[in-house]
């Protein structure tokens, strides 16, 4: 943790505050900009190893998500599930453990969506209420075994929830072609009906209005982590364990506590590709209207910092990048898929904050001793 | 039939899993750990395929060797030169492998998503009585073997365990911490890098977009299951190895998938880690600096 400077003089102690906050601030926006830089950088020398116009394709890629109204429409039903699986992993990863599970919870929170809103026949919002909050149910109960094995016997959640995504997989493969499946077309599950679906914002492209839900669900949970007594037992229970056993607070109860709101979001995120992302309003055989947006999200978690309010912002760049990647297929030929290393890239590069505090110190190595050790003080944290 | 034809597939199923394993436990021992398993299998298993058919199945076991030991050495570099966190880098090469392998197969074959190995650029198989089995059954055991010497009986081992246990002490007794903890993640890589290798130029004879299929995480636990002792990183890959065979043969049995589906039968692997790391383990003990930097004082 920071230590504030020791001061008796309390607005002056607050300005260095306010600075040191701004400090940070700047320098972890610098660093993302650098992460996303260096990934799309590498990508673009991949592309031009490999025999395309990477010029071409960066111009497809700027015109396909930000080009026009549409684009950015497109863009923004990409970022939709994004912001909510990126949630998952900030909020497991502000309580210290790594729940990479956000793909199985969000396919499981897909199967009910389909599953309830392709037989509740109710009036306009109460349908749509009821498939999201059970979605919301089922993503949670998805994500418990993991954080429950983690307190009880200690198995490492990496593990145990990657194996539930592989079992999740499997399930709906089973449910999509034996249960939910449409007897008018083999490759997806029956759809759900339109009283459940959810409106476009713009007509013709496809955002719809779950983005407002993916938006409200990351500024409540901006609300629950730092506006909230239980936010503040979470957020401690990452930070020192044994802090917060001494000043009376339960550490289990904040682990499972943010388990379940991590399932919560995906399996929020799921039902958002099938009642609020058009045309199909159903769940494809392959699984393939759900992709890999439960790993997408660590990505985005990381570039937004962990920050819910970040992470809306980070949604819409890696929206960008697979609405912009289509358009590059089109235009530049480049396979869709090299967007997939750019993410592996980005997430690389901001494993190393340090990096920067090595530079720092390396700098100030070459100027005189009193910056050097305040820059060392500085790097210490 | 089905007996024998059950055992080679175990057989041929514990391998991946323990010559993962068994590097990670070096790796881990030396306090670095490397979730990034997943995506070196794939890469490599992608190299392993482009190296065969330029140059023949051994060339494309060295190739595989050596992608996965350069994508080692790049962890090594981001989490011990520039102290980055060792999971989220992980976690940043499972990505890449996934973008890298879809994005290569669509540049080398141009094809999306499969490319059958050719038969001739397999690696070759030894007859036996119960079927034809891949001699890296064998390369897998001795791995494990050289590997718990190498821990348990040589000066390198011995500075392992010092650099994983307390860092510090290591540094000062004259131990170049950076440089072990860069050798175990070497080590590891490249033992992934040959693992995935094998998956596709041997056993399964493919490369698609997910080809480990969790097989880099079921390693993952069958290291927490070995406490970090590579014998038990074979015991740990027979088992897992079983029920990967189990459902290989099993789900294209049609007695069975007629009374279970197929898809419940290919969860069986997956399950049975669950239930493993869930009721025998509890809590391994792990060396003490496992995971952490290392910052010298």
Known sequence: MRRSPASSNAPA?????MR???RTALGSLLQVVLAAGVGLAIGAIMMNATGYDWKEALQALWLGSFGDLWGFADTLAEATPLILTGLTFALSFRAGYFNIGAQGQMIIGALVAVAIGSSLAAPKPIGMIVVILAAAAAGALWAMPASLLRVTRGVHEVITTIMFNWIATYLARYLVFN???DPRSAERTVRVLPEVRMGTIIAGADATWALFVSVFIALFFYWLLWHSPWGFEMRIAGLNREALRYAGGSPTWGVHMTFLLAGVAAGVAGA????????????????SNLGQLGFDGIAVALVGRNHPIGIIFAAIFFGALSTGARTMQIMAGVPLDLIRVVHGVVIMAMAAPETWSILRRYI???VPARASAAAASRAER | MIFSSLLINALHAMVPITVTATGEILSERAGLVNIGMEGILLISAFAAVVGAEAGGPLLGMLVGMLAGALIGLIHGIITIYFRGDQTISGVGINVLGAGLVAFGLVWQWGQAGFH????????PHIATPFGSLS?????AIALALLTYYLINYTNLGLKLKAVGENPAAADAAGVSVERVRLFGAIYAGALAGLAGAYLSIDWLATVTRSLPAG????????VVFSGLNPLLAIVGGMIFGFFDGLALVVSTSREVTRVIPYQFIQMLPYVVTLLVVAGVIGRARFPRASGQPYRRE
Request: charged content about 20%.
């Open chain 1, 20 to 22: 040191q906050k701004v």
């Open chain 2, 215 to 222: 097989r880099g995480f079921i390693a993952l636990a069958t």
């Open chain 1, 179 to 181: 249960v939910l499946n």
């Open chain 2, 116 to 123: 059958q190995v050719p038969r001739a650029v397999r690696f």
């Open chain 1, 364 to 366: 100030a190595s070459r």
């Open chain 1, 272 to 287: 958002t590709q099938i009642i609020g992302r058009p045309p199909t309003f159903a769940l494809y055989g392959d699984l």
């Open chain 2, 135 to 139: 001699p890296m059954v064998f390369v």
């Open chain 1, 13 to 17: 102690r607050s300005r260095t505050e």
